[in-house]
Nanobody, 116 residues
Framework: QVQLVESGGGLVQAGGSLRLSCAASGTMFKINSMGWYRQAPGKQRELVAR???????NYADSVKGRFTISRDNAKNTVDLQMNSLTPEDTAVYYCNLDSAIRGNYWGQGTQVTVSS
């Protein structure tokens, strides 16, 4: 069983920064990727950023140039540095781990609120 524990959400003013962290524990098989998704009220969950096992990363267009994802394979952690935040970034952010054998695992979510 895999557990994902997130931290770092909160309230910030527009233009500010936050850093989200996620630590995975438990029995993990081959990991395809780790990343972050978000879900705003009334909207579908969407990919924010993801880093694959080969180190390649991809970002949603809306966060490119503002967010940076980093992963520590040895510690099974993934962080999301979020800069120049806007109210449109307000959402619940979920950590994701995509396992080659067991599928997707999700964290409990952490609220990010950006005030204007």
């Amino acid at each position: 069983q895999v557990q994902l524990v997130e931290s770092g959400g909160g309230l910030v003013q527009a233009g500010g920064s936050l850093r989200l962290s996620c630590a995975a524990s438990g029995t993990m098989f081959k990991i395809n990727s780790m990343g972050w998704y978000r879900q705003a009220p009334g909207k579908q969950r969407e990919l924010v950023a993801r880093v694959s096992s080969d180190g390649s990363s991809n970002y949603a267009d809306s966060v490119k140039g503002r967010f940076t994802i980093s992963r520590d394979n040895a510690k099974n952690t993934v962080d999301l540095q979020m800069n120049s935040l806007t109210p449109e970034d307000t959402a619940v952010y979920y950590c994701n781990l995509d396992s080659a054998i067991r599928g997707n695992y999700w964290g409990q979510g952490t609220q990010v609120t950006v005030s204007s």
